[in-house]
Every structure is written in C-alpha cells, then in structure tokens.
C-alpha cells in the first residue's frame, strides 16, 4: 500500500525520486522521505504530509523514496521511511509487514542496537547492519542477504549503503525499470515510464542489487539469475484532472469511453470456451472487485453456470474445495491486492486455472493469469474504484453471453450523466447520517456498490443490503426520514417496489433507480440499464464528499492499492 522509488545512475537522482514520489501518492500515504548517498556519506530526510518536489538534501547517484500507509506506528516524523541503521550507513525503505519483527528487535536490543520508532521497519536497516559487522569482510550484500532470509511475513525492501542498492520481494511488488546506465527499482511502473518502458519483473523470493554499474540477481534459493527485460504497454496518466475538480469526477465520467473498451476483448471467447469444461467457477475479489463479483455470479447462473462468489480475505473456507475440477475468475484493479494474490497461489497449487480480470498490465495478478481479460480503462487514480467496477460487469456479462451494443450503451451514458450528476447535488441535502442501499439479485451488487463509495469518501455511514433482509433486522432501524436507495431490474422491480413500501409505511424516504418511475418513489433516476446504475451513487457520493469539505480522491485511512493482508 506504500510506494517504493529507488534510483541508481550517472546523474543527480533527486528530482526522479521526489517527482516519481508524487507518482505513487494515488497508492495512499501518510508520510514520505527519501535517502541518497554523497561521497559514501548517508543523509536522509523525512516528514509527514503532502510530497514536495523541491530539491532537498546532497546531490546523490544512488538514492531511495518512500511513501507510507501507516500499519505499525501513528503518522509521525519518527515512524516515517526511510529507516536508518544505528550507525547511520545504512537506510532502507519496506512495503509489507514483518509478521517477527517483535522477536528481531527483541534480539537487536540486547546487542545494544536503540530503537527510535514504532515501526516494524526499523528493525530491517539494523538487522543489515548487524550481519554486515558480523561477517569478516563487513560485507553489506552479505549482511543483505542474511536479513531477508530472517523476515517473516511480507516484503518489498530497497536498502543502500555507499555505493551499492539492494533490493529484495516477498509477497509485495517490486520491479526494476532499466535504461542506458540507470536503473529505477519501484512498486509499479508509473514513477519511471517517462525514462523507460523497459522493466524486468521480479519473481516470489527474486533479489539482488546493483553495484559499480552492473546489476545481480539471485532467486530465493541463492541461485544466479538472468535479468530478462520486458517492455511495458501501459502510460502514466499525464493528462492530469483535464478540467475536471477531481481525479475521481473525471473517472466517473470516462465511463462513457471506457465501457466500450472493456467490450473489445480478444480473449472472450477463449475464456468462455475453457469455462464451458468446468463445473463450478469461483469469482474472487475484495472491496469493489467482490461486489462486481456478486454481480458475475448472478449474470453467469442466471446462463446455468455455477458461479460462487468468494470475498479474498475469507478464501480460507473454500480451499478444501480448491481442487482441477473447478476454475477461478480473479478480479482486481491494481493486480496486487494481497489476499487474492494468496488466494491464487493456493488455487495454482490445486492445478485450478486462473482467469484474471485486471486492469495494471504487468502486475502480480496480471503475469499469474493464464487467461487475461484485461478491463481497459486506463489508469485509476482516485482512491475510491469507479470506471474499473463497470468495466468488470461488462466483462461479465459477455462471459455470460451477453450481447453488449456497446456504442448504444456508451451513447445512452454520455445522455444521462450530467442529469445524473445534477440529481446528485439535489439528494445530498437528504442524506445527513445514514443511508441504506437495497437491491436483489444482480443489483444486490449495486447496492452494495454504492454503499461502499459512500463509506469511503463521505464517512457516512451507509449498508447495501439484499432488499428481502429488510425484515430479518435492519427494518428497525428506518424511521421518518431515513434515506433509502432501491435499485430495480426488470426482473426483480415488483420486489424491489414490495420492500420500498414496507420502508415508506414507517417513514423512510425512497430513492428509486428504475427503468421507470413508481409512486412509491419520493424521489426518482431513470437508468434504462441495469449496470449503469451505479454512476447515480457514484455522483452522489462524490457530491457528498465535496459538501463536506472532504478530498474525495484521497479518502482517510484508504490506500489504492492493498498490498498488505
């Protein structure tokens, strides 16, 4: 969920590192720093807030960035990377957690090694350091080595030490971009794709490091490896907010484009012809990934197919059914999202092939796939998901079998979104604390959807639920003018309708997103098609968000990309 940046070259690397620093923040941060090397001297600065790209610290060759989403440690000076041995040779920067770090710092300490933040972090800089003392030649690659093979848990570490960077992975992304006489080691590609497109991706366990010009990589086992370049077919959003007040209105809108393509997928059929040899599919996702993932599943059992969806973190109830008799549809944006990179690697070990619908070309996720469908809707810088999750049903609903007119859909999109956006700015002057969402088969998944961006960027506190549930709870919780959102397809309207005048008898106020109107609506957007239905709720949360004074591309305490359990 951090953002690593390293640099190793002829020229002053400071400038590359803090501008591939801003680069990273739409992963999520809360501090930042950077470390360099100048005349084998070591300086370092750090600090919380906002990055800044005014020059600070010594001209440096070699040089490390961080940008942090506290785990371990408040947001504090302290507890920001990078981290620096006791003896100030040494900095590093992780990603992860060090699921042991309690037990290394323990044993640290009693070699006399201090401690100066609540960071698991710290311990990895002087652990290197003490290996590195430890061996005869006080030789830091060694030191390097004998640390990495101590952590447990999950990490992407760069660390430097005079002239020479070292790097490592273990359950976090890392991978190294490569031009004439420099190398660029980073978390994905965006800081360094206006230097290279060229970039060798690291495998589970891979390291090494790069010393008087020349790169070495090892495996986990110790065993040298080639450094095999692959070009990257992906750009860094240049374009910034083009007009738009935010990142995440300006994605919203691209929806008009990006649902067509979504729809050009050369893989489709392939896909659908190896799901036609299984009988069961699991769809797996987290957060947005998993709600469209419910949506898959219906659209696919609705064709008879056995489709279950399975939410990433709670895999562990179905591995004892992983097994080459099913197949496995993975869903993520950033294509790093630890528990479905474990949930793969279980699944892999079961011989279950992996479909993957990704949307970061080259990441994790992506080279795991054995069939990749790939979303297509560009970079996603907000923090909250919205063109990725409409991507995802239009995928879905062709492996359904679907027919999809495309353009019909993105002209239909392109009329309805400004009236959509307008009805948004009325409606939030009727949502103040709570909120519920209801739908029911495919649009249990847009309730749940919409819920979620709520959450996310107005904090307020919004449930998406299966509308038949009402009764089974959450109806005690509605009174006079408690905002409700009913979400109707053709098939489920009457119940939908049904469950929103139970609501309205005890006072609530219905929202109804409807192919057409009902009386029973105080309040109603017309969507003619059920898997836009999510841009209203999209709009609104945005609008919420901006009522509030909140950035809605930068929501409290969320990361783009959750590259930790």
Sequence with gaps: MCGIIAFVGKEDGRKFVLEGLKKLDYRGYDS????????????????????????????????????????????????AHPHVSNDEKIAAVHNGIIDNYLELKEMLEKEGYKFYSDT????????????????????????????????KGSFAIAALHEKTLAFARVNSPLLIGVAEGEIYIASDAAPFLEKTNKAVFLNEGDWGYYEKGNMYLFDKNEKPIEAKTEEIHWQYNEQGKNGYSHFMLKEIYE?????????????????????????????????????????????????????????????????????????????????????????VNEAKNAGMKIIGIINVPGSTLWRKSDILLGMNAGQEIGVASTKAYTSTLTIFSLLAGEKI??????????????????????????????????????????????????????????????AGELKHGTLALIEEDVPVISIATKETRQDLINNALEIKSRGGFIIGIDSKTHPCYDYFISCKYPILSIIPGQLLAYELAISKGYNPDKPRNLAKSVTVK
Excluded at 415 to 425: N, R, T, Y
Aim: with cysteine.
């Design 32 to 79: 930042w720093g950077i470390a360099g090397v100048n005349n084998d001297e070591l300086w370092h600065y750090k600090t919380t807030g906002l990055v800044k790209t005014e020059l600070i610290g010594k001209e440096s060759h070699i040089i490390i960035g961080h940008t942090r989403w506290c785990t371990h440690g408040k947001v504090t000076k302290e507890n």
């Design 120 to 151: 698991d972090t710290e311990v990895i800089p002087n652990l290197i350091s003490y290996y590195t003392n430890k061996n005869p030649e006080k030789n830091f690659i060694e030191g390097f080595k004998q640390t990495i093979k101590q952590l």
């Design 255 to 343: 929806q008009v484009n990006t649902i067509v393509n979504a729809a050009a997928q050369p893989n489709i059929q392939n896909a659908k012809d190896e799901i036609k040899k299984f009988s069961e599919i699991l769809l797996v996702g987290s957060g947005t990934s998993y709600n469209a993932c419910l949506a898959g599943a219906s659209f696919l059992s609705k064709k008879n197919i056995k489709a279950i969806p399975v939410l990433a973190s709670e895999y562990q109830l179905h591995v004892p059914f992983f097994d080459k008799e099913k197949i496995m549809i993975i869903v993520s944006q950033s294509g790093e999202t630890a528990d479905l990179i474990e949930v």
């Design 405 to 466: 007119d495309e353009t019909e859909l993105s002209k239909y999109t392109n009329e309805k979104i400004k009236e959509w956006h307008e009805q948004a700015k009325e409606l939030i002057q009727k949502i103040k604390k709570d909120l519920f969402v209801i739908g029911k088969e495919e649009a249990l998944s847009y309730a749940m959807e919409t819920a979620l961006k709520v959450k996310e960027i107005s904090y307020i506190r919004a449930e998406g639920l299966a």
